[in-house]
């Protein structure tokens, strides 16, 4: 597509439930990434994939978030068991390798109430 | 771990020029970002400075790099109404790194 998608752009969720965001990335580009912005806590990394394959986990804050990527395409990012803490905007980015600068999406905003 | 820092808020008149500031930590930056923000919406790619240039100019926009302060600085011409925005500067580090770290933001008000 023109421009990384994600969706839904909105989500309120109730405590304890689970949720799933999706990353549909620019057309070709084999590296994605989440991030997720909270207020007054700036943007933090999250995960890094290259193709299908995740080799950097390490900014994913609990056992209750995984993600994975299919097709080298597609993302998917769950959280289980959702806290009010986990509420922030997920941005999703992509590039044409690791090394070239990433193009965000609009973000999904998540609500924990 | 690395770190970018930012302040928080500058407010200029329309028409003046805007000078975002940002200082970085990892000396071993390749790539030095900034991007947009408008409420609402994910973050825009405005321009970037590879780590061996000190200046790059872009339209209204003009990237400062002084590698020996780690001082970054973004200079908006003629700031318009539309300007108005949260800046992030963010940097990429040495051969092999992927993940880009962020300043907090500069909330841009542009005062018509």
Same mark, same amino acid.
């Given at each position: ?26 057309? !070709? ?9 909270? =207020?007054?806590?700036?943007? #933090?990394?999250?995960?890094? *994939? ?8 390490? +900014? /994913? ?8 990527? &299919? ?12 806290? %009010? ?22 973000? $999904? ?5 | 771990?690395?770190?970018? #820092? ?23 930056? &390749? ?5 947009? %923000? #408008?409420? +609402?919406?994910?973050? %825009?790619?405005? &321009? ?12 209204? /926009?003009?990237? /400062? ?13 003629? $700031?318009? &109404? +539309? ?10 580090? !040495?051969? +092999?790194?992927?993940? /880009?770290? *962020? !300043?907090?933001?500069?909330? =841009?008000?542009?005062?018509?």
């Amino acid at each position: 597509g023109a421009g990384v998608s994600q969706s839904p752009s909105n989500k309120v969720t109730e405590k304890g439930k689970d949720v799933e965001l999706r990353c549909d990335p620019i057309s !070709g580009h084999t590296a994605l990434y989440w991030y997720r912005q909270s =207020l007054g806590q700036g943007l #933090e990394f999250l995960i890094y *994939f290259q193709g299908n394959s995740a080799p950097d986990k390490s +900014g /994913l804050p609990s056992d209750r978030f995984s993600a994975e990527r &299919t097709g080298g395409s597609v993302s998917t990012l769950t959280i289980q068991r959702t806290q %009010q803490e986990d509420s922030a905007v997920y941005l999703c980015a992509s590039s044409l390798a690791m090394n070239t600068e990433a193009f965000f999406g609009q973000g $999904t905003r998540l609500t924990v109430v | 771990g690395e770190d970018v #820092e930012q302040s928080l808020f500058l407010s200029v008149r329309e028409g003046d020029s805007s000078v975002i500031n940002c200082t970085y930590t990892d000396s071993s930056s &390749t790539y030095l970002y900034w991007y947009k %923000q #408008e409420p +609402g919406a994910g973050l %825009q790619l405005l &321009t970037y400075i590879f780590s061996n240039m000190d200046m790059k100019q872009d339209q209204r /926009l003009t990237v /400062l790099l002084n590698k020996k302060d780690k001082h970054l600085s973004l200079r908006i011409a003629d $700031t318009q &109404t +539309g300007d108005s925005a949260i800046y992030f500067c963010a940097e990429k580090g !040495g051969a +092999g790194s992927y993940q /880009l770290t *962020f !300043g907090k933001g500069t909330k =841009l008000s542009v005062i018509p």
